[in-house]
Each structure stands twice: as C-alpha cells, then as structure tokens.
C-alpha cells in the first residue's frame, strides 16, 4: 500500500523567508503522482503543485516549488518569500494507481501547519 | 471562486434526521469524489464516481448513502447519523487527462454536526 509521511506537524517561519515542507512517500509503483495542497481554516483544499514520477525537472508554480528526489523517495514543497496568507495546513498526497478510467485515488499524509509570523 | 460549488456550507442536525450535501461541478469532469475529514486529521477518502457508477466504496456504514444523478451532480444522503460523523465533508472532481494541470479541484466543504 501507498504512503505518505509528513513528519512536520507545525512549523513557525517569519514573513518573507523562505520554507521547505518535508514529505516522503512510499510506492512500488513505477508511475505515480505528488501533489500538494493548501488548507486554510475556510476548510478549502487549494491544489498548488503537481510532480510526475517520470518528470525530469523538478516543478515549479510562482512561489511554489516541489524539491524531487526519486532516488530517497521524496517530494517536498518549498515556498520562496512567504507571505502572511500562507498561513495554513499544507497536505502532501500521491495519487495510486488507476482504479478505473477517470478516478484517481488520493492518499494524503498527516498534514503540516505553517505558521507565518509579522 | 472555486469551480466545484457544495451546499449547504454548513449544517446541524439531529440523530434522527434525514438530510442531503450537494455537490455540483460544471468543468466536465467524469469522476467525483466524497471525502470526510475530522479535525486536525488528513482527508479520508469515502466514495468514489467514475462515469456515474460507483467504483469505490470504503467500506462507508450504510447511514451514508451516495447518489450521482448525472456527470455534474454528486449527492451524500445522510440517514441515523452518529455524534462522531460530525467533520468536514468534502467533494472532489477529477479529469482524466493532463493531471500535472487539474489533479483533484475540492468543493469549499460542508461543515457537519450532529447533535
């Protein structure tokens, strides 16, 4: 079975620094997928980011960028210049393999608060 | 404004009630999805629609029963709820193709307690 472990529960960053959010998976999949997600307490899951097993360079959305190590089977997030608005949970999940045509089965790991103070 | 609309935001109801959460998406999306989440907790996957039928179950208790009257339209009817099915609940859609762009769009989440 497929896992994600994020091993940061909380992590407190001043405004404007930059943040790495650890995440490390666990597949005997050749082909998969790692997204991430934003969660501000409005409860909304905001999809930030997308890595494919079989991409050769690491992705990158604005501030958002996903550090990917294949080989130690990790995938984490880093925000450059934070801003107060960052100020969320940050969820890190993989998608399995096909169920059926068009469904994509997420699992999501523990999830990291980031805090970003004045 | 997010692309997959659910409804109501929130809702409060008894153990004996009989209510419905509504999730609606318009980006032709052909696979829907339920999702509950506890506080503090990561989301827990409950059903899954690919075209219209029902593909996954995860072993979800019979009080909660889905429906996916067309490709745009997915239902959570709720019968008998207990105190501890009180969570977010959110719905998903998902595009086949081009994952790296669309992945999984969420509803906003309907905030449920049960009383």
């Known amino acids: 079975a497929q896992k994600i472990t994020q091993t940061q529960p909380g992590m407190f960053v001043q405004e404007k620094e930059a943040v790495t959010l650890d995440c490390t998976y666990d597949?005997?999949?050749?082909?998969?997928?790692l997204f991430w997600y934003k969660q501000p307490s409005s409860g909304e899951m905001i999809f930030l980011i997308y890595?494919?097993?079989?991409?050769?360079q690491n992705a990158t959305e604005g501030r958002y960028s996903l550090n990917f190590q294949k080989a130690r089977k990790s995938a984490n997030l880093v925000i450059s210049a934070s801003q107060l608005g960052d100020s969320a949970m940050y969820f890190c999940?993989?998608?399995?393999?096909?169920?059926?045509?068009?469904?994509?089965?997420?699992?999501f790991g523990q999830g990291t608060r980031l805090t970003i103070n004045p | 404004d997010t692309e997959v609309t659910q409804t109501p935001k929130h809702l409060v109801m008894g153990m004996t009630n009989k209510k419905s959460l509504k999730c609606e998406q318009h980006?032709?999306?052909?696979?829907m999805y339920w999702y509950k989440q506890k506080a503090k907790k990561p989301p827990e996957l409950m059903f899954v629609?690919?075209?219209?039928?029902?593909?996954i179950n995860e072993s979800v208790p019979s009080r909660f029963s889905p429906e996916c009257p067309n490709s745009s339209l997915l239902n959570l009817h709720l019968h008998a709820l207990q105190p501890e099915d009180s969570a977010l609940y959110l719905c998903?859609?998902?595009?086949?193709?081009?994952?790296?762009?669309?992945?999984?769009?969420f509803g906003s989440g309907t905030r449920l307690t049960v009383v």
């Open positions: 998903a859609s998902s595009q086949d193709r081009r994952p790296q762009f669309y992945g999984y769009t």
């Open positions: 597949t005997s999949d050749q082909s998969y997928g």
């Open positions: 890595q494919g097993s079989y991409d050769e």
């Open positions: 999940a993989m998608r399995e393999h096909r169920i059926i045509q068009g469904a994509q089965k997420l699992v």
């Open positions: 980006m032709g999306h052909r696979a």
């Open positions: 629609y690919s075209y219209e039928k029902l593909s």
